[in-house]
């Protein structure tokens, strides 16, 4: 999948990320707050491994998005253009049973919207922005590369209590 991400797109993601953090550190620092907005970033950080698929071509699509929008902005706003090109990276891959456990994280993600107020909706939204755009960047990756390893253990692990019963566990 070939993703631009330039850093007008990360200033965007920056932001997004900093306005939803500060008001959760200024206010009490507690960690249910940021459920809603790492649920969405849970799922936007994963869809960027899920090359071919739908989660995958929205997160290149909200990657080259915001990052034009972002360059828009900076040059608009300073007069110095923000397009200069970052290389990109994945995470890694997911086996079939860790795509089982994207999709369960999907509909989680969508219950989740579904039952939400119109601030936590946002928050969802944001955090899947962010690290859409984030997850391409080589350093966030490399940070998150223990993240679809951990989709394919449990839904590995899935598959093996399923097949055999309660001796799996």
Not at 40 to 52: D, E, K, M
Not at 57 to 72: E, H, P, R, T
Request: charge should be positive; proline fraction near 3%.
């Amino acid at each position: 999948m070939n993703v631009g991400v330039n850093l007008g797109g990360i200033a965007i993601a920056l932001a997004i990320l900093w306005l939803n953090l500060r008001k959760w550190w200024k206010g009490s620092r507690n960690p249910q707050e940021l459920i809603h907005y790492g649920a969405g970033s849970a799922l936007g950080s994963v869809s960027t491994i899920c090359i071919g698929g739908a989660l995958g071509w929205g997160a290149a699509g909200l990657a080259g998005l915001f990052s034009s929008a972002g360059n828009k902005g900076v040059s608009t706003a300073t007069g110095t253009s923000g397009s200069a090109t970052l290389p990109t990276g994945r995470m890694g891959t997911l086996t079939p049973e860790g795509a089982v456990m994207t999709c369960l994280l999907l509909v989680g993600v969508i219950a989740l919207y579904k039952t939400s107020g119109k601030l936590e909706k946002r928050r969802i939204v944001g955090g899947f922005t962010t690290f859409a755009i984030l997850g391409f960047l080589p350093g966030v990756a490399a940070l998150l590369a223990w993240w679809p390893d951990s989709l394919n253990w449990a839904g590995a692990k899935v598959v093996e209590v399923l097949g055999k019963g309660g001796d799996a566990l």
